[in-house]
């Protein structure tokens, strides 16, 4: 049976600035096909995303039909990232590491290769704010030595490739462990003198950060070939194989 076996999963979230609330987070799953067919039949192939131990969401092939969870409860709906970040009536401080350990599990029964693309940005009434950089917006990777960055990266998005196989029910190394707005925004601000009055116009003012993390699995048949086919990528050269 000839079967596309590429899986997507679709993980985004965002935190209001101003004032230090937390906005509505949600994580979107999405099924990705790639441009590759392997001989092979697909029994149960899935994997999922934690947070913090917790589940976030999962896609897994079971009996020729897809599965899907949330941590929200609801298959048609997103999923939720940082959703715990802040306690009840917490604001959220510039500088400070928050907990946000991100592991991939391998949910399905066969074996498979892992990739985690990490989007981060800033928007603004609906519009991407491009005068703040990513790099403001802190996720503190973990297991550089079984995540392998691709140096082709760029500053909006990161590519982490696992290093070696992940073995059907295991889970990896966490990828991230920690996230933190860095306290230089905060000394990013204009100011205009009209008379006696002075007005400090920060940056940030009404901006949202998006943290958005991709994961995505090859079937380990024919590696190299269904890697280079899917992601674009020579496995032998970023050492994944």
Known sequence: MKKKLTY????????????????????????????????????????????????????????????????NGS?????????????????????????????????????EYVRVRIYRYWMKDGQKVTTLSPDLIDLGLANTDRWVKNPNETAE??????????????ETEAFAESIRIDGNLASMAEVE???????????????????????????THNAKDAIKSAWGVDASSLGIL
């Open 157 to 170: 998005c990161m590519e982490l490739y696992y290093k070696g196989i992940l073995k059907s029910g295991s």
């Open 8 to 71: 997507l999963m679709l993980a985004v979230s965002f935190l209001l600035l101003l004032g230090s609330a937390v906005g509505s987070t949600r994580a979107a799953l999405t099924y990705y096909s790639e441009n590759y067919v392997a001989e092979i039949t697909v029994s149960q192939i899935g994997v999922s995303l934690l947070e913090n131990g917790a589940l976030v969401s999962s896609r897994d092939y079971q009996k020729n039909e897809w599965k899907v969870s949330t941590n």
């Open 193 to 219: 003198t009209k008379g006696n009055t002075i007005t400090t116009t920060y940056a940030y003012d009404g901006v949202e950060f998006h943290v958005d993390v991709e994961v995505d699995a090859v079937q």
């Open 75 to 111: 298959a048609s709906e997103s999923g939720a990232l940082l959703a715990n970040m802040l306690k009840e009536g917490e604001k959220l401080a510039l500088n400070k590491k928050y907990d946000e350990k991100l592991t991939v599990k391998n949910s399905g029964s066969i074996d």
